[in-house]
């Protein structure tokens, strides 16, 4: 099956600064890409999604990008904000993992005021 | 938000006990999951349906059973809850076999004592 894997487990940076996280996957026709954001004590919440068909997508401050040859797939918050503070999961899906959503382990991000 | 509603919200069980948890949608899609959120671990699949009465199990399904006699409700239950099994559950829903994402429930934190 499909092996996501995600660094690093924890970030810390300053406010203003850039924060990025990356993640791999194995499976070569896993085909769609989401990252969720989840805060202390709620739900995961989707924040931006890529499909394999394109290799770079960005909303306001997020950013994703795909690099399908080395099957791996980043995401770029610029200017952080304290309440970019959160724990933030790749996940991985595509024909091959029965519409299952393999997730990576999480990254705990703290935006320092 | 996606219409998904978890039940109970928090629940302090004994070991021993069975312990069912339910996650009730009002979007008519087919897709329903399980998962567990531990730390260090992400969100790991323990079962999921792609329809009525058609289940399957995920990669932490020991001790867990499922069901889902109606497409808007998907049930969880632990059939003699063990302290390894303390901890955040969480519910996704998914509309198809798509590149769209999955909408989680409000989780439920199970204590088994």
């Known amino acids: 099956g499909e092996n996501v894997e995600q660094h690093p487990s924890t970030l810390s940076v300053q406010e203003g600064d850039s924060a990025v996280i990356k993640c791999t996957y194995s499976?070569?026709?896993?085909?769609?890409f989401p990252w969720y954001k989840q805060e202390l004590g709620k739900r995961p919440q989707l924040i931006i999604d890529i499909r394999s068909n394109v290799g770079e997508k960005k909303d306001q401050r997020i950013a994703v990008t795909l690099n399908k040859t080395a099957k791996h797939f980043s995401l770029h918050i610029t200017e952080t904000q304290p309440e970019d503070s959160a724990v933030y999961f790749c996940?991985?899906?595509?024909?091959?993992?029965?519409?299952?959503?393999?997730f990576g382990t999480g990254t705990s991000l703290t935006v320092i005021p | 938000d996606a219409g998904i509603t978890q039940s109970p919200r928090h629940k302090v069980t004994e070991t021993g006990t069975p312990v069912t948890l339910r996650c009730h949608q009002t979007e008519n899609h087919r897709y329903m999951y399980w998962y567990r959120q531990d730390p260090g671990h992400g969100l790991r699949l323990i079962h999921y349906?792609?329809?009525?009465?058609?289940?399957d199990k995920g990669e932490v399904s020991d001790g867990y059973s499922v069901s889902r006699s109606k497409t808007e409700d998907f049930l969880l239950t632990l059939e003699s809850a063990t302290s390894s099994q303390t901890s955040v559950y969480f519910c996704?829903?998914?509309?198809?076999?798509?590149?769209?994402?999955?909408?989680f429930g409000q989780g439920t934190r199970l204590t088994v004592v």
């Open positions: 996704a829903i998914n509309a198809d076999r798509g590149l769209t994402e999955a909408f």
């Open positions: 996940a991985a899906k595509g024909p091959n993992t029965g519409n299952q959503f393999y």
């Open positions: 349906s792609y329809g009525v009465k058609d289940t």
């Open positions: 499976d070569s026709a896993s085909n769609y």
